[in-house]
T-cell receptor, first 109, second 112 residues
Framework: KNEVEQSPQNLTAQEGEFITINCSYS?????LHWLQQHPGGGIVSLFM???GKKKHGRLIATINIQEKHSSLHITASHPRDSAVYIC???????????FGTGTLLAVQP | SAVISQKPSRDICQRGTSLTIQCQVD?????MFWYRQQPGQSLTLIAT?????????ESGFVIDKFPISRPNLTFSTLTVSNMSPEDSSIYLC?????????FGPGTRLTVT
């Protein structure tokens, strides 16, 4: 069983839809990362959060440390949001990241 | 924040050869990491690049295959040695400052 699990694995949405991607983890962590990977392979860090909620533009991330669950929301989705979204938890003495399997999002015009 | 650049961005290499990937950070960072992402898979940590000492490798990765250098706090290299088609992957460099993690744009390697 993967220590960081995401759902759904694949998501297709129409432009303008509200999108939610979920992440559950079994390891004890103090923070969680949401990452975005475009087809070229480069990764951008979207959020690092340890409690509550963070918002950046149309992106919102929430985390519940007690329930070991986080969600990434995209409001008014756009085709340029199409990417793989990955949650990752730093773990252990070196804070090395444990990655979820990723959610492939396709937003259709 | 930290900005990371990687060179090359992509390469096509022949079986049996070696490729060295460079990772440059625009500020000093404590931890640097090298990841591999095989087609259709999630990222897998290869090793932690330690400044001034040998890298710390994860299970399944060895120094002879993936030698790593980290001569200072802003630069690291990963060499993929004696390549085979199974080494075709995206290789990513990452740097950590506090709890923040920053990623390079990746190097897409194809081995023929």
């Amino acid at each position: 069983k993967n220590e960081v699990e995401q759902s759904p694995q694949n998501l297709t949405a129409q432009e303008g839809e509200f999108i939610t991607i979920n992440c559950s983890y079994s390891v004890g962590i103090s923070a969680l990362h949401w990452l975005q990977q475009h087809p070229g392979g480069g990764i951008v860090s979207l959020f690092m959060l340890s409690s509550g909620k963070k918002k950046h533009g149309r992106l919102i991330a929430t985390i519940n440390i007690q329930e070991k669950h986080s969600s990434l929301h995209i409001t008014a989705s756009h085709p340029r949001d199409s990417a793989v979204y990955i949650c990752a938890a730093p773990w252990g003495a070196t804070n090395k990241l444990i990655f979820g399997t990723g959610t492939l999002l396709a937003v259709q015009p | 924040s930290a900005v990371i650049s990687q060179k090359p961005s992509r390469d096509i290499c022949q079986r049996g050869t070696s490729l060295t990937i460079q990772c440059q950070v625009d500020s000093q960072v404590t931890m640097m990491f090298w990841y591999r992402q095989q087609p259709g898979q999630s990222l897998t940590l290869i090793a932690t690049a330690n400044q001034g000492s040998e890298a710390t490798y994860e299970s399944g990765f060895v120094i002879d295959k993936f030698p790593i250098s980290r001569p200072n706090l802003t630069f690291s290299t990963l060499t993929v040695s004696n390549m085979s088609p199974e080494d075709s992957s995206i290789y990513l460099c990452s740097a950590q400052q506090g709890y923040e993690q920053y990623f390079g744009p990746g190097t897409r390697l194809t081995v023929t």
